[in-house]
């Protein structure tokens, strides 16, 4: 299964705004998308609550995994977006 | 519920009158029902969480600030989740009802939220809200917070937090009524920056019932129910013209012969002074030095009490400001004093008072008033809070004087002190009348108390024959007497104060051109009668009424 390791580059970690960002690009992708951190459950990219249950940090080494077409695709602006300042972004 | 007068603070004029809304409170859980229909109920649960979503975003829609917009979407898209969503389903199917599911599924998130700790641990409110919103769809109540009924109304809360107003809809709120706070207080601040009429610590606005018409008038801090829609033009027409009378009169305060009463302003701190300026005030007749000690574990020291008391004066050069020493105690105790465990802190160590265990505090504060009077030109009046014997009195004015200040005065709060006026005034050089605290004393009636919001109006009769036994005491002394409680800051309570023999009136900048207005259209001699018929009334309506 195509799989990427992200580490978390947004200041204020994901949640807030990052986590928004991240939750709303899942969202609109073509393929189901999941996320987890460390050996806990994979959850889905798309729910909002799951993402933040995360308790990312900036730095925090996230794990996401999808299948089917445009997995890749997906899963590489997915990746981009996490390992970005979305914070600084705002500034 | 019959027709009432609830009195406030009012801290924005204006008179308006609509219906009144309160923030809903958050809805408790109903006692858990049977689901007999599994699909039904999922499908009833999962309604309301769309309701939530779709509100959230009408919300984030409409806001005007994008922080404000963004952190709306940020909650629609967790009311809105789908794990969320199927965490419901799947407590439904194991037999739960929709309220008792939805509050299950939002548990388990917070509790991972808890867990995370530091910022995701402060958002588990967020979830405790949603829920709340949910629950609040399903019984068919309204949602927690500020309603958005699409029409225009009175904002009732016990008090604002920015969270609540953060976008409160200025085309459909026309007036904040709350039954705490201050004048300081958030809810006062957003109304003078919105431009609504405001009134708060308004005790018994929680009771009137959601949808009653009320008039509110933010100048005085009325708030009355069981308004005829007539009654309600003259009024809002009567302060629309008081307001343009008031706006085109400057100079000092007097009756129409003449009789001099000076209209002085009610400050916290120098940031206040423009305000004061902007309404011509004469001076400042209370200055509060609450703010300085508020929030601390130790006392100020000496140097940044001079700096904070020296900005003032030095607005006020040349001007008389009258600087109250520490009133802590009851509804303000301050943590460097230790106040807990006071079984009823309004009748206990406050005030004045506190000097009797820590006498270093006043000392301090005195040698600090001193040092920065030497230090500007202003005409600086020191008063003590809370005193209620000549023999309290007495050891303030020696303090004062030790530490050169030449002007000491009392604050008349307590019935004792007020009884004794004449007395006093052989040892102070004047008085000020606090009336919140006077009322609240003569009538044994607690300031916070809504239900007895009818004992704490300023036109109670026993309360106005107090004043006027200080103000004959300050006329046969040739000593002032003022006034700084918000009875001071009603237009037409103000000839009839004049008359009582109270020679200055302190209140908050924006109530004075109303105030002066309604002076200078009386005689001294008007003035009198009016006192005179006031104190004879029966009850405040009648007195009111005598006013005419």
Not at chain 2, 12 to 22: N, S
Not at chain 2, 300 to 322: I, S, T, W
Not at chain 2, 517 to 540: F, H, K, N, Q
């Amino acid at each position: 299964m195509p799989t990427r390791t992200v580490t978390v580059g947004s200041a204020s970690g994901l949640h807030a705004r990052p986590a928004k960002i991240f939750v709303e690009a899942a969202a609109k992708a073509p393929v189901k998308v999941t996320i987890r951190s460390g050996d806990r459950r994979p959850v889905p990219a798309r729910s909002m609550l799951s993402v933040l249950a995360l308790g990312a940090k900036q730095g925090t080494e996230v794990i996401l995994e999808a299948e089917g077409d445009g997995a890749d695709e997906t899963l590489d602006s997915l990746a981009a977006l996490l390992a970005k300042d979305l914070d600084a972004d705002h500034a | 519920m019959p027709d009432t007068v609830l009195t406030g603070i009012g801290v924005c004029p204006g008179v308006v009158a609509g219906p009144l809304l309160r923030i809903a409170a958050a809805p408790a859980l109903p006692a858990p029902t049977t689901v007999t229909d599994v699909v039904a109920e999922a499908a009833r649960a999962a309604a309301a969480l769309a309701e939530v979503v779709a509100e959230l975003e009408r919300r984030a829609d409409r806001a005007g600030d994008d922080t404000v917009a963004e952190v709306l979407r940020a909650e629609a898209l967790m009311a809105g989740d789908e794990e969320l969503r199927d965490g419901v389903r799947e407590l439904i199917e194991a037999g739960h009802d929709a309220p008792h599911a939805i509050d299950g599924a939002f548990a388990t998130f917070r509790e991972a939220f808890e867990a995370a700790g530091g910022y995701l641990a402060e958002r588990a409110a967020d979830l405790d809200d949603l829920r709340d919103r949910a629950v609040a769809v399903l019984l068919g109540r309204p949602m927690p917070g500020v309603p958005s009924p699409g029409h225009r109304y009175v904002l009732a809360a016990r008090d604002l937090a920015p969270a609540d107003t953060a976008d409160l809809d200025p085309n459909q709120v026309i007036a904040l009524v709350t039954e705490t706070g201050g004048p300081t207080s958030h809810t006062a601040i957003l109304a003078r920056a919105l431009g609504l009429p405001a009134v708060v610590a308004c005790p018994g606005v929680l009771a009137v019932p959601d949808g009653t018409t009320v008039l509110v008038d933010g100048a005085t801090g009325r708030v009355a129910t069981g308004v005829g829609d007539a009654e309600a033009e003259a009024a809002i027409e009567a302060s629309a013209r008081l307001t343009a009378a008031a706006s085109a009169l400057t100079g000092p305060g007097r009756t129409s012969d003449g009789y001099a009463v000076k209209l002085l302003a009610n400050v916290g701190s120098a940031k206040d002074v423009a305000a004061a300026d902007e309404a011509h005030a004469e001076g400042i007749g209370l200055f509060r030095t609450e703010l300085l000690f508020l929030d601390r574990a130790r006392e100020p020291g000496h140097g940044e009490q001079v700096a904070a008391y020296r900005d003032v004066f030095r607005a006020m050069a040349g001007r008389r400001v009258v600087i109250r020493t520490l009133d802590a105690g009851a509804d303000k105790p301050l943590p460097f004093l230790n106040q807990e465990g006071e079984p009823n802190p309004a009748l206990g160590v406050r005030g004045l008072r506190v000097a009797r265990q820590r006498p270093e505090v006043l000392t301090t504060q005195l040698a600090a008033i001193a040092e920065a009077r030497a230090e500007t030109g202003a005409d600086v009046w020191v008063m003590a809070p809370m005193v209620s014997t000549v023999a309290e009195a007495s050891a303030f004015v020696a303090a004062a004087r030790e530490a050169g200040l030449p002007r000491a005065g009392v604050m008349i709060e307590v019935p004792a002190a007020a009884l004794r006026a004449a007395d006093l005034l052989r040892v102070v050089d004047f008085l000020s009348i606090g009336t919140n605290d006077l009322s609240q004393y003569t009538f044994a009636a607690d300031r916070m108390c809504g239900a007895l919001a009818d004992l704490l109006d300023p036109w109670q009769p026993a309360l106005l024959q107090l004043v006027g036994l200080c103000g004959e005491a300050g006329r046969a002394a040739g000593k002032p007497v003022g006034v700084c409680g918000e009875a001071a800051a009603d237009p037409r309570l103000a000839p009839v104060l004049a008359g009582l023999g109270v020679t200055s009136l302190s209140m908050s900048p924006r109530a004075l051109p109303a105030v002066r207005a309604a002076l200078s259209s009386r005689t001294a001699e008007d003035c009198r009668r009016l006192a005179a018929l006031a104190v004879a009334a029966a009850g405040p309506a009648e007195a009111r009424g005598s006013a005419g």
